[in-house]
């Protein structure tokens, strides 16, 4: 009689762990910026048709990387969250707190469970406030820890090095053509060297509290992208267009 194969708690964390961060790494950063009135996503997306940054909420955003299909399950999750609590109670219990909580559940028991694989997904679940104070931004990595975030935050790819680009230039309460401009070029921004990245292939996105309307949301493209991006010089693809990205 054969012996069953044993694999100790321990490892088996550390082998789930090592899965997911490994696809998670392969898909392009996606960075998050505080600015003065509100708060700033930015990706490089090539993709037209799938969103890494969609709205939740009248002031709640959500960004993620890694497999496109999870984290839209959990997109689609938190839309129909949101909408069932603010039209059984009202709408200004539906916060962003309350959201990466719920996600933290999910990611958490998914991570924990033996029975399917571990999602390749970290997300950023925002809130913009009344104030620069009241903003919320929760980092959500793909065991379900949540970590409150302040500033800006870069999860996916080469996200060290895009933080410590980020970090070198960013200024708190800059207005957003300058925070669009460091973020960008901070995500262009590698060891080998620099390059522009075309605006064709960003995806931006802001919470602008300063809206009359009651949803925050706006999508930032065409030419209002490339007047707020100025004169950059020439545009540079990413050579490894054609690489897997989980979420394009």
Known sequence: MSMPFYVSPEQLMK???DFAR???ARGRSVVIVQYADGVLFV???PSQALHKVSEIYDRIAFAAVGRYNEFENLRIAGVRLADMRGYAYDRRDVTGRGLANAYAQTLGTIFSSGGEK????????AEVGDTAEDDQIFRLTYDGQVADEHGF???????????????EHYSEGAPLATALRVAVAALGHSDAGDRVI???HLEVAVLDRTRSQPRKFVRI?????????GDRGPETPDPDDAADDPAS
Do not use: H, Q, W
């Not at 571990?118 to 679940?125: A, D, I, M, R, W």
């Not at 999860?155 to 933080?163: D, F, I, K, N």
């Not at 030419?223 to 707020?228: A, G, S, V």
């Open 15 to 17: 082998d789930r762990a």
């Open 22 to 24: 490994k696809g998670i």
């Open 43 to 45: 990706s490089e997306n």
């Open 118 to 125: 571990p999602y390749e997904v970290e997300l950023f679940v």
């Open 153 to 167: 935050a870069v999860m996916g790819g080469a996200s060290e090095t895009v933080a410590r680009s980020l970090g």
């Open 198 to 200: 075309p605006a064709d």
């Open 221 to 229: 493209r065409g030419e209002r992208l490339r007047e707020m991006l």
